[in-house]
């Protein structure tokens, strides 16, 4: 794990943020986005949910938020490693992603309790300054205001509380970079996997990519401090992490 919080980045990159996926897909692949997310990322989905688990320093009785769950992927990693008195929330505005992770939530053997909630990232239905660790995986590009989500998980944080986003970048390796286009190639020839309507948006969502430092920019212009991020799996993941002033 890289941290790149203070190297220069090619300008030619920074080309902003991607187009949001439609809510609609993943409607219509809630049942299936785990074993399609697996496929994008190598198989190396878990291997991150698991290493931004580890990153996150909880004390005993700590209240974590998992905005935009999804399946719960991040929040089921956390419970994992969280202390057994810690409580996660995790919360998104899509009823069919949020069935799919209850169903996971069901069987699984998390030592943490994790609670599931409908609400927009954009309008999060809670008090001020009561949540240690706010996160979020793979969704700050679909949300339809980036910076009102980051106001109000400034706003849930208490102070000193941590923000750590998940987001996936375009590898650096040019090899890397060769093999993801051949694998969307071979996905575009199956429709029937992403449901042909959908899955132009979702290609031009990750190939769209967006800069690391616009997501510093937008982290920073929130009020955070004390900010890094690292470079996961060769440049295909970046780790943000912040926290909120005490």
Partial sequence: MKNLATQ???????????PPTPQSMYSEVAQHYDFLHSIMTFGLARQWHNQAARQIKLQPGASILDVATGTASLALAIAKVAPQDSVIIGGDINEQMLAVAQKRLQNSHSQASIKLKKF?????????????????????????????????????LKPDGQILILDLSLP???WML?????????????PHFFFQRNYNDFQEEILAYQGRLAKEELIRNTGFNQYQRYSLSSGL??????????
């Fill in 8 to 18: 220069k980045e090619n300008s030619s990159t920074q080309i902003g943020f991607r």
């Fill in 120 to 156: 927009p990232a954009e309008a999060l239905p809670f008090d001020n300054c009561i949540f240690d660790v706010v996160t979020m995986a793979f969704a700050i590009d679909d949300l339809k205001n980036r910076q009102v989500c980051l106001q109000e998980i400034f706003r849930v």
């Fill in 172 to 174: 650096d390796a040019a």
């Fill in 178 to 190: 060769s093999l993801y286009r051949i694998l969307l190639w071979v996905l575009s020839r199956k």
């Fill in 237 to 246: 993941v970046t780790m943000h992490l912040a926290r909120k002033s005490k």
